[in-house]
């Protein structure tokens, strides 16, 4: 006796609905991408400090994972309250930075040996439950400092101010990317920041930006291809 035909559909659709139901269980659940992972050093050559530097952005976020080269979970971050329920999209860090010189709290090579070289992941959970993933390359190629050729302290004429530097070529194998000058009223809020191309080690202070009579403060910063980066400081007065 043959199944009638509607039973026979019937049968059909609720097979096809079983198997539709089981690919879809059996799918991963879908990981996005953080849209920036990065971990770097930042040494002061100055103040002969080292610390460790982390940003992050993407979706987001409730909780965040580090996992350090061979396992180790660096860090666990989560979001609780207004924070947990909202989300958190960019988060960047940096650890207290010891002083490298003698005497000091920990050797340069002790705090390298506390971050080694190799792939970090991040992983995050988004407020909506899916997973989060991104990862970033820490090397210990750190540039040295940049050898400041002017100003060296003192006056200087404020129509006529330019800070200059050597070119970061050590130690061997670094690759610097760009440098960045920071200038700052050691008295004040105003700030004047400046990216150059690795070929570029001088650059002149608009005088808009500089006030007669004043003290100002500033770096040179040399940003290796890795991401590290080492600052040399330096001050001025203006006439």
Request: charge should be negative.
């Amino acid at each position: 006796m043959s199944m009638p035909k509607r039973l026979v559909t019937a049968a059909l659709i609720a097979g096809l609905a079983l198997l539709v139901g089981a690919s879809a269980t059996a799918l991963p659940a879908q990981q996005l991408r953080l849209e920036q992972a990065q971990i770097f050093f930042e040494f002061n050559s100055s103040a002969q400090d080292l610390g460790i530097q982390v940003f992050l952005d993407g979706e987001g976020w409730t909780n965040l994972k580090i996992i350090a080269p061979g396992g180790k979970q660096l860090l666990d971050v989560t979001g609780k309250g207004s924070v947990g329920l909202l989300g958190l999209t960019e988060l960047f860090f940096e650890s207290v930075e010891p002083s490298t010189a003698e005497g000091g709290t920990l050797s340069f090579d002790e705090i390298l040996a506390l971050f080694p070289e190799g792939k970090y992941d991040f992983r995050t959970v988004t407020v909506e439950g899916q997973n989060q993933i991104g990862s970033a390359t820490l090397t210990h190629d750190i540039p040295d400092g940049p050898v400041v050729l002017s100003p060296l302290g003192g006056l200087v004429d404020l129509n006529n101010t330019v800070i200059s530097w050597l070119p970061v070529r050590t130690p061997a194998g670094i690759k610097i990317l760009r440098y960045q000058v920071i200038v700052e009223r050691s008295q004040g809020n105003r700030v004047f920041t400046v990216d150059l191309p690795p070929n570029v080690t001088s650059v002149k202070i608009p005088k808009e930006f500089l006030k007669p009579d004043r003290n100002y403060i500033f770096e040179v910063l040399a940003k290796e291809v890795s991401g590290n980066q080492t600052i040399t400081e330096g001050s001025f007065t203006t006439k």
